[in-house]
């Protein structure tokens, strides 16, 4: 249980759902964890559970759209722990809407979260990681930069911008030889609270969804958790510049449909 002692990560969005779930496994495996959130109640509940579990973690307000909020958080982190080695960017919002019904307003609000939200997360950790020698992150994109729904104008557009981010990144730290890696996750549907709940599990619409997965079933965040951990860790030391789908099969189905 010690894949990835004595890190200090940063998880955006860390107080529910996937990027909950990495926190809770990153702490499990010897990290201290920084529950960043603008889900105040939910993120100091997130890292209460860590700490009562036996693990490291204090919850920090972050608007990831704020450049100042990120430099707050990365300094007051570094005093805490003395340093900072990975960065999950995993914040995020969706808002479907086909090309028809797109505005230019709502577009620029999913991308300052989706894309521009990772960017100044990067920013601002980069020094950090430079002085400490190294690091890792990982960028938290979509299956949906392979899997193309047209009511994903918004989203799919940031993932995919974002995973190039990763990509561009990871080459640029790698020949400047800062020792630190960038690689993105690209998740299908989880069961998380609101898929995982039985009630909406069994909606025709839902049920439809999950069987469309070739493997049948909803990821299970501690496996997307698991996959975070890897990427973390000194497992995935000579791994930079990929894209690690998390989607069951879902993203290679072939077929047609309107």
């Not at 019904?101 to 999913?110: P, R």
């Not at 601002?124 to 960028?139: D, E, K, Q, T």
Request: proline content about 3%; charged content about 20%.
């Amino acid at each position: 249980m010690n894949r990835v002692k004595d890190k200090v990560v940063i998880v955006t969005g860390g107080a529910r759902g996937l990027g909950g779930a990495a926190c809770t496994a990153l702490a499990a495996e010897g990290a201290a964890v920084v529950v960043a959130d603008i889900l105040q109640e939910e993120g100091r509940q997130k890292a209460s559970e860590i700490v009562d579990a036996g693990g490291t973690a204090r919850f920090v307000l972050l608007d990831v759209r704020d450049g100042d909020s990120w430099s707050e958080v990365v300094t007051s982190t570094v005093d805490e722990f003395g340093g900072l080695d990975v960065l999950v960017n995993n914040a995020g919002v969706v808002l479907p809407r086909t090309i028809e019904d797109a505005t230019l307003d709502e577009f620029k609000n999913v991308m300052d979260v989706n894309f521009f939200g990772a960017f100044l997360g990067i920013k601002a950790v980069l020094p950090s990681l430079i002085a400490r020698g190294g690091g890792s992150i990982v960028n938290v994109s979509s299956n949906s930069t392979e899997m193309i729904v047209p009511t994903t104008t918004y989203y799919a557009a940031s993932k995919a911008a974002l995973a190039n981010l990763t990509k561009t990144t990871a080459l640029h730290v790698a020949f400047k030889e800062y020792g630190i890696r960038a690689n993105s996750v690209h998740p299908g549907p989880h069961a998380t609270d609101m898929l995982g709940n039985p009630e909406i599990a069994e909606l025709p619409h839902i049920k439809a969804m999950r069987d469309a997965v070739p493997l049948g079933r909803f990821g299970d965040p501690a496996e997307f958790a698991q996959l975070v951990v890897f990427l973390a860790s000194e497992e995935s030391s000579y791994i930079t510049a990929s894209e690690f789908f998390i989607d069951g099969g879902l993203s290679r189905v072939s077929y047609a449909g309107r």
